[in-house]
C-alpha cells in the first residue's frame, strides 16, 4: 500500500508518456458508441414495437425512462467486478481488452435484435457488462503511466481524456438521432457498433508500450478485506461491539430490501440492498478501526480509514448523478413537447452538453482557475466538487420553471433548453473531471481498481434515486398530495430533485471542509 509521498520527492521533470495517445484514441472511440446508443435509447423505445403493449403514452414514456435508468444502474455497477478482477487476477490491459470484445458483441445485438425483446435487452445487457467492466480501468490505467517525475502532467492528461469522452459524445449526439429517424434502428446501433471495434483495435495496438503493473494475486493478510474484518470482530476489554450491530443491522436491513422485490422490482430492491450493506460494514468499521491495530500494521489500517474517509465523498455526490443522467431521458422527454424546427429531434439537444465541456475544461484551466488563485480562493478539488453540485441543482430549478411555463399551456422554444444545459455542463466539469483524478489519487496502490469501481457506483446510486423517485409517483396518494401544490408531477419532481442536490452541495461543502487529501501517486521507477 502506497504512503504519502512529502518529502524527497523527485522534482517534476519528466516527459508525457508516449503510450497515452493509445487510451485517448480508444476512449474517444468507445465514447462515440456508449453515448452514440445511449442518447437514442429512450427515443427508440418509445417509437418501437419492444413497448408497444403499453397501451397508455405516459406510462410508456415513464416505462421507456425505467429501462434506460435500470441501464445506467448497470453500466456503473459492472466496475465493482472489473475493478476486482483486474486487481485481483488478469491487470488493467488483459481485463479491459477481454470486457471491450463482450462489449462488441452487445452492439451487435441491438443493431441485428431490433425487434426482439430478448434479443434487444440481452444486448444492453452485455453492453452494460462490458462498458461497466472497463469504466473504473480506463482511467486509472491512464494514472499507471505516470509516476513521482511527471505526474504534474497527469492533471493534463486526465482533462485531455474528458476532453475526448465529450469530443466523442458530441458527434454521436449530434449525429445518431438523424441516423435513427432517417434510416432506422439497425444503422444507428450499428454504427456505435462499429466505433467500439475500432476503438479495442486501437488500443491493442499500443499494447508494447504500456506501463503495466502485475495484479495482486497473493494472498494479502492485511488486504482491505481482512482488516476490515479484523476491525469488526475484534473485542476490546470493557467496551462493546457498536461497529459490529451496525454491520449486522446493515446486512438485515438488506435482506429486507431484497424481500421488496415482488413491490420493488429487483432492481430497485438490490441497489437499496447493495447501499445498505455498504453503509452498515463500512459503517460499522469505521466505529472500531483501531482494534485492528496492532494485529495490522499502521500502514494497512490507515489505507483503509483513507478508503472509508473518501466513500462518504462519493455517497455525497450520488445525487449529482441523479440529475446530470436525466437529460438523457426526462430532459429529452421535455424536449418532445417544446417547439423546434421539423429537421431537429430533441435528443439533439444533448450535444451541447459535449460541446459545452470541450470549451469549459480549457477555460477553466486556463482563465477561471488561475483567477480564481490570483484573487487568493484556490479553487481545489473538493471545492469545485461542491460547486459543481450546486450548480447542477441551479439547472434543474430552471427546467423545472421551463415546465410550470409549458404546463401553462404556452408553448416554449427547445432553445430555452440552452440555459439549463449550459449549468448542468458547468457542474458536470466540476464534478465528474475533477472527480476522476481525486478518485485515483487517494486510492492505495493495491486498491487503484476497486476504488475506482466505487466511484463509478456513485451513478449507479444516482440513478437508483431515479428509479424510486418514478417509483413513487405511480401511487395515487403521492401524485394526489403533488397536485395540491399546484404543479404537475413532471415539474414537481423538477423541483425535488433541484431541492435534493442543493442539500447534498451543503452536506458535501461541510464535510470536506476537514477531509485531508492524501497523494497516492506511484513512486518513480
Known amino acids: 500500500m502506497t504512503t504519502n509521498h512529502v518529502a524527497a520527492t523527485p522534482a517534476p521533470s519528466g516527459k508525457m508518456p508516449r503510450q497515452i495517445p493509445y487510451i485517448i484514441g480508444n476512449e474517444g472511440c468507445e465514447r462515440f458508441s456508449f453515448y452514440g446508443m445511449r442518447n437514442i435509447l429512450v427515443q427508440f423505445l418509445i417509437t418501437s414495437t419492444l413497448l408497444q403493449h403499453i397501451l397508455d403514452s405516459g406510462e410508456r414514456a415513464l416505462a421507456a425512462k425505467d429501462l434506460m435508468h435500470t441501464f445506467m444502474i448497470g453500466v456503473y455497477f459492472f466496475p465493482l467486478l472489473g475493478g476486482w478482477v483486474a486487481d485481483r487476477f488478469f491487470g488493467k490491459y488483459n481485463t479491459i481488452l477481454s470486457f471491450s470484445l463482450i462489449y462488441c458483441l452487445g452492439h451487435a445485438f441491438l443493431a441485428v435484435f431490433e425487434d426482439s425483446r430478448m434479443g434487444f435487452f440481452a444486448g444492453l445487457g452485455l453492453i452494460a457488462f462490458g462498458a461497466g467492466g472497463i469504466k473504473p480501468l480506463v482511467a486509472s ?17 486526465f482533462d485531455a481524456f474528458y476532453w475526448i469522452i465529450n469530443f466523442g459524445s458530441l458527434f454521436a449526439s449530434l449525429t445518431m438521432p438523424l441516423f435513427l429517424k432517417n434510416f432506422g434502428p439497425s444503422i444507428a446501433f450499428g454504427i456505435p457498433g462499429l466505433l467500439m471495434f475500432i476503438a479495442t483495435f486501437v488500443f491493442w495496438l499500443g499494447r508494447k508500450k504500456y506501463v503495466l503493473i502485475k495484479p495482486d494475486t497473493a494472498e494479502n493478510p492485511h488486504s482491505f478485506s481482512k482488516v476490515i474484518r479484523t476491525a469488526l470482530f475484534a473485542r476490546k476489554d470493557g467496551k462493546g461491539r457498536p461497529g459490529m450491530l451496525l454491520a449486522g443491522l446493515g446486512v438485515v436491513a438488506a435482506v429486507v430490501s431484497l424481500a421488496m422485490t415482488p ?6 430492491a438490490a441497489c437499496i440492498a447493495l447501499v445498505l450493506i455498504i453503509a452498515g460494514v463500512g459503517g460499522g468499521a469505521w466505529l472500531q478501526l483501531d482494534r485492528a491495530r496492532g494485529i495490522h500494521p499502521d500502514e494497512a489500517v490507515n489505507g483503509v480509514r483513507n478508503v472509508l474517509r473518501v466513500l462518504v465523498i462519493f455517497a455525497l455526490v450520488t445525487p449529482f448523478h441523479s440529475l446530470f443522467d436525466q437529460k438523457a431521458s426526462t430532459w429529452v422527454l421535455q424536449g418532445e413537447e ?19 465541456v470541450m470549451i469549459l475544461i480549457p477555460f477553466n484551466n486556463l482563465v477561471l482557475y488561475p483567477m480564481l488563485a490570483k484573487f487568493g480562493w484556490e479553487p481545489t478539488a473538493l471545492r469545485r466538487m461542491t460547486a459543481g453540485i450546486a450548480f447542477s441543482g441551479l ?41 476522476l483524478e481525486f478518485a485515483y489519487s487517494q486510492a492505495p496502490q493495491s486498491m487503484k481498481g476497486v476504488v475506482m469501481s466505487f466511484w463509478n457506483l456513485t451513478t449507479t446510486i444516482g440513478n437508483l434515486w431515479v ?7 405511480r401511487n395515487d396518494t403521492v ?14 419532481q423538477m423541483f425535488f430533485f433541484a431541492g435534493f442536490a442543493l442539500l447534498a452541495a451543503l452536506a458535501f461543502g461541510w464535510y470536506a ?4 487529501v492524501v497523494d497516492n501517486y506511484r513512486a518513480a521507477a
Not at 490505467?141 to 492528461?157: E, I, P, R, S
Not at 401524485?479 to 414537481?492: D, E, H, M, Q, Y
Not at 471542509?513 to 485531508?516: A, D, F, G, L, T
Open 513 to 516: 471542509r476537514n477531509y485531508k
Open 141 to 157: 490505467f491512464v494514472g499507471d503511466q505516470f509516476d513521482q517525475t511527471n505526474k504534474h502532467l497527469a492533471k493534463k492528461v
Open 467 to 473: 428509479l424510486l423517485a418514478n417509483f413513487a409517483v
Open 395 to 435: 439547472a434543474w430549478i430552471v427546467i423545472g420553471g421551463i415546465q410550470v411555463v409549458m404546463d401553462g399551456g404556452e408553448p416554449m422554444s427547445i432553445v430555452w433548453q440552452v440555459l439549463p444545459y449550459a449549468l448542468l455542463t458547468f457542474g458536470e466539469v466540476l464534478v465528474s473531471a475533477t472527480g
Open 263 to 268: 413491490v420493488l422490482g429487483f432492481v430497485i
Open 338 to 356: 417544446m417547439t423546434k424546427p421539423a429537421w431537429f429531434v430533441a435528443s439533439q439537444m444533448q450535444a451541447l452538453n459535449p460541446a459545452l
Open 479 to 492: 401524485t394526489g398530495n403533488i397536485a395540491t401544490t399546484g404543479l404537475s408531477v413532471t415539474a414537481f
